[in-house]
């Protein structure tokens, strides 16, 4: 049962991949099209993702100071979206 697992897994991998790679085809035509667009909407998704980032950390910094049972169920996904604050910072 844990082959199918396996296949799984690489499959989600392989579509976030492609997932990307048009984005980035996409991101590049735009540059080319029209770049003073691109940077008004790259400067908006920016601060967009990076308000994502930081919100997760403030719950999750008042989650560590208050303790309790209340954050668990989300802790892990408060922590994983913490973790990309320095590449969103690139």
């Known amino acids: 049962m844990s082959g199918g697992r396996e296949i799984l897994v690489a499959a989600r991998s392989g579509l976030a991949l ?16 029209d770049p003073r667009q691109f940077f008004i909407s790259f ?6 993702w990076l308000g994502v980032a930081l919100g997760c950390m403030a719950f999750l910094m008042i989650h560590y100071l208050t303790g309790g ?4 169920p989300v802790r ?6 913490a973790w990309t604050v320095p590449a969103i910072g690139l």
């Open 76 to 81: 892990r996904m408060f922590e994983a979206a």
């Open 43 to 48: 400067l908006f998704a920016e601060l967009v």
């Open 18 to 33: 492609g997932v990307g790679v048009l984005c980035l085809l996409l991101s590049l035509l735009g540059w080319f099209l």
């Open 69 to 72: 049972k209340w954050g668990w």
